[in-house]
C-alpha cells in the first residue's frame, strides 16, 4: 500500500488535533499579567505628531478605496501600518529599528543580529516612511542617526503583534490515532529514505503528523539501524551510551534491560531536557512474546481532557520529579519537576507528555489535598493509557525500524522469554524538529 493511501486512510478515521484544543484551564498566576511591571521605564512625554510626516493617520472616505498600504506615527511614537487590505496594526519603533533586516543591522548568511540593541534610543521614531511603489516594502529613515531600513510589508505583517494579524499555524494537523491505526501503519522504505531527500520527507511527515513512522526494508545490522538514525540527526549519547545494542543482561540499571514486560512510558522524564526521538530495530528473537506496545498519548490527554478535565488540569500542573538511579556512578534528576502534560507558555498548547511511573520520584513537596488530587488524577490517565482501544500492539521484526516520538507516543513492551536482540538510539527533539523544518517545510526565518 503506498505511503500515501495509508495516509490518507489514517486521516479518515483519526482525529485531527486542531490547535485550539489541548489547552489546560490554567490557573490565573499563569497568565500574562495585563499590566506591565512598574520597574520599565514610563513611556516619554507624548510628542506632538511631527509635522514632517506625511503620514499623519488618513481620513477614510467613502469614496477613498485605494489599497496601497499605508503607515504613521502615533503620538506615542509607535508606529501604525495599515495594510491593503484595511487591517491595522502597529509597532514600537524601537522594534522596528530592532528587526532591521539590512545588512549592518543583520548577517544574510549567518541570520544573526548585527546590530547593537542597547544603542538604539527607547523612544525611536522614523522621520519619513515610504511604501514602495508596488506595495510590497516600506521604508523607514529614523530620526536619530539617519539609517535607513527597508522592511517587507509581508514579512511585519506575518510577525505583527499589537495586534497580530497572523496566527502562527502549524504547517499541517496531527492526527491523533488508536488501536485501529495497525491496520495501516505509516510506513515508508529504508531505501527511499536512505536514496534523496523526498524519501527522508515522508519518513519525516510521518513522525510529525502520527508521532510515529515505520520503516521497512532495514537491512538487520547494527550499521545499517544507525546509518538510518542519522538520517534524521546525530545520536544524542546518554549514560546508556550512543547507538545501543543489548539483550536482557542488566547491562545497566533499567528494567529495559531485563525480559519484563514495560507499561507505556516516554523514555528521559528525568532529564530536564528528554530526548525527542528514539529509533527501536529487532534484529534478532529467538523466543515468546515481547511485543511492542506504542500508543498517542496526545490522544489520550484529549481524551482525559474530555472525560475528565479536573484530572487534566492537574497533571498539567502538578510538578513531579523522576530520576535515573540504577547504576552506581548515575543519579539523573531534572532541574525541576515538571507535569506530565506540559504546555507552551504562551500559546498554551499541549506539546509533551512527560510520563514514566516507574522513574517518578518520592513526593514529598505537595500538600495532603494536592497529594490526593494527583493520585484520582493519575489513576484516570493510567485507565485511559491503558485501554485497549488506545493501545497499538504490534510485534517488531527485523527489517522493520520504527522511530517514535517520545514527547508524543508512549512505548511499552509485553514480557519475553529467549534471546532477544534491539537496536536502536536516541535523537535531540531541537534537531529532528530542525531537520522537519529544513527538509519538509523548507522554512525560513
Ligand atoms: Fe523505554
Ligand atoms: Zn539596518
Known amino acids: 500500500m503506498s505511503t500515501r493511501l495509508v495516509s490518507t486512510l489514517l486521516a479518515n478515521r483519526t482525529r485531527t488535533l486542531s490547535s485550539r484544543i489541548l489547552?489546560?484551564?490554567?490557573?490565573?498566576?499563569?497568565?500574562?499579567?495585563?499590566?506591565?511591571?512598574?520597574?520599565?521605564?514610563?513611556?516619554?512625554?507624548?510628542?506632538?505628531?511631527?509635522?514632517?510626516?506625511?503620514?499623519?493617520?488618513?481620513?477614510?472616505?467613502?469614496?477613498?478605496?485605494?489599497n496601497t498600504p499605508t503607515a504613521w506615527v502615533e503620538p506615542d511614537n509607535r508606529v501604525t501600518i495599515r495594510f491593503g487590505d484595511y487591517a491595522t496594526t502597529s509597532f514600537n519603533g524601537i522594534w522596528l529599528r530592532d528587526h532591521c533586516r539590512c545588512p549592518s543591522c543583520f548577517h544574510a548568511i549567518t541570520k544573526q543580529r548585527l546590530i547593537d540593541t542597547a544603542s538604539i534610543p527607547l523612544n525611536i521614531k522614523p522621520s519619513s516612511m515610504a511604501v514602495s511603489p508596488d506595495g510590497k516594502t516600506i521604508k523607514f529613515v529614523w530620526e536619530d542617526d539617519g539609517h535607513e531600513s527597508v522592511m517587507d510589508l509581508a514579512w511585519l505583517r506575518q510577525h505583527s503583534y499589537n495586534p497580530k494579524l497572523a496566527e502562527k499555524k502549524l504547517l499541517r494537523d496531527k492526527q491523533l490515532w488508536d488501536a485501529s491505526i495497525a491496520e495501516s501503519l505509516p510506513i515508508v522504505q529504508y531505501k527511499d529514505v536512505m536514496a534523496n531527500e523526498e524519501g527522508l520527507a515522508k519518513w519525516l511527515e510521518h513522525i510529525d503528523v502520527y508521532g510515529i513512522g515505520f520503516v521497512d526494508g532495514v537491512p538487520a545490522t547494527p550499521e545499517a539501524t544507525e546509518q538510518l538514525g542519522r538520517r534524521i540527526s546525530f545520536i544524542r549519547e546518554t549514560h546508556y551510551g550512543g547507538f545501543w545494542d543489548f539483550t536482557a543482561n542488566l547491562e545497566h540499571g533499567d528494567t529495559a534491560y531485563t525480559t519484563l514486560g514495560l507499561p507505556a512510558h516516554t523514555d528521559t522524564t528525568y532529564f530536564t531536557d528528554p530526548i525527542g526521538l528514539q529509533l527501536f530495530h529487532l534484529l534478532e528473537h529467538r523466543g515468546t512474546g515481547g511485543e511492542s506496545l506504542y500508543v498517542d498519548g496526545f490522544h489520550v490527554a484529549h481524551q482525559l481532557q474530555t472525560l475528565h478535565p479536573w484530572a487534566y488540569d492537574i497533571l498539567s500542573r502538578t510538578r513531579i520529579s523522576s530520576h535515573s538511579a540504577g547504576d552506581k556512578s548515575t543519579l539523573i534528576e531534572p532541574t525541576y519537576g515538571r507535569?506530565?502534560?506540559?504546555?507552551?507558555?504562551?500559546?498554551?498548547?499541549?506539546?509533551?507528555?512527560?510520563?514514566?511511573?516507574?522513574?517518578?520520584?518520592?513526593?514529598?513537596?505537595?500538600?495532603?489535598?494536592?497529594?490526593?488530587?494527583?493520585?484520582?488524577?493519575?489513576?484516570?490517565w493510567i485507565k485511559l493509557l491503558r485501554d485497549k482501544r488506545n493501545e497499538l500492539w504490534t510485534q517488531l521484526r527485523p527489517g522493520r525500524a520504527v522511530m517514535v516520538d517520545n514527547w508524543r507516543v508512549l512505548h511499552g513492551r509485553a514480557a519475553f522469554t529467549g534471546h532477544r536482540r534491539l537496536t536502536g538510539c536516541y535523537h535531540n527533539w531541537d534537531d529532528y524538529r530542525s531537520r522537519v523544518k529544513t527538509v519538509l517545510d523548507k522554512k525560513t526565518i
Not at 24 to 52: D, E, G, T, W
Not at 349 to 375: M, P
Request: glycine share 0%.
Open 23 to 66: 489547552r489546560p484551564l490554567l490557573p490565573a498566576v499563569n497568565r500574562i499579567p495585563s499590566s506591565l511591571p512598574s520597574c520599565l521605564p514610563p513611556m516619554l512625554p507624548i510628542r506632538s505628531a511631527a509635522a514632517s510626516l506625511s503620514t499623519a493617520a488618513p481620513q477614510r472616505m467613502d469614496d477613498d478605496l485605494d
Open 339 to 380: 507535569p506530565i502534560l506540559n504546555h507552551d507558555p504562551t500559546t498554551r498548547e499541549l506539546y509533551q507528555i512527560r510520563f514514566n511511573n516507574d522513574d517518578r520520584s518520592t513526593l514529598d513537596h505537595l500538600s495532603a489535598s494536592e497529594v490526593r488530587d494527583f493520585y484520582a488524577a493519575l489513576k484516570e
